[in-house]
């Protein structure tokens, strides 16, 4: 007995499985570029990229986990290595003694800025040029309404 399909047609499953594949697939790819040209791990360069598009570039840790899709204690590890690196820089809250700051630093925007094309162009090669328009449309409703009805 197939106890996948108890619950899901093999059909739908084989959806499943490819879409996780070609997630993993693009993703591995586009940290092998960064790790290659620029010496900076996935997580890393996301990092960098929300603090550099968010206000004053810097969010609360809290934010910063949700954003890059970490646990509080991953970020935290992440944010160390990159504190280290002099690439972030941790601020206290004024309003909540508790609260935290991750800080993108003047040479984590260098970073960012040197890597970003690399990041771009990944995205480019194995995803936006391989699906048309139409189908970019499609994606595109199908990931907003499983993000909505999922949040």
């Given at each position: ?70 646990s ?19 601020h ?60």
């Open positions: 007995m197939d106890v996948v399909a108890d619950v899901i047609s093999p059909e739908e499953f084989a959806v499943w499985r490819s879409l996780q594949r070609v997630q993993v697939t693009i993703m591995r790819r586009i940290e092998a570029q960064l790790l290659e040209r620029h010496d900076l791990p996935l997580a890393s360069f996301e990092v960098l990229q929300q603090l550099g598009q968010a206000p004053r570039q810097q969010l609360r840790m809290n934010d910063l986990a949700d954003r890059v899709l970490l509080r204690s991953g970020l935290t590890r992440l944010v160390d290595r990159l504190e280290r690196e002099g690439l972030v820089e941790r206290a809250c004024a309003s909540d003694a508790r609260g935290l700051f991750a800080v993108l630093t003047g040479s984590g925007r260098r970073r960012l800025e040197g890597s970003a094309p690399t990041y771009h162009r990944c995205i480019r090669e194995c995803f936006l040029d391989r699906i048309g328009a139409g189908e970019l449309k499609l994606v595109a409703a199908t990931a907003s309404k499983l993000a909505a009805d999922l949040a």
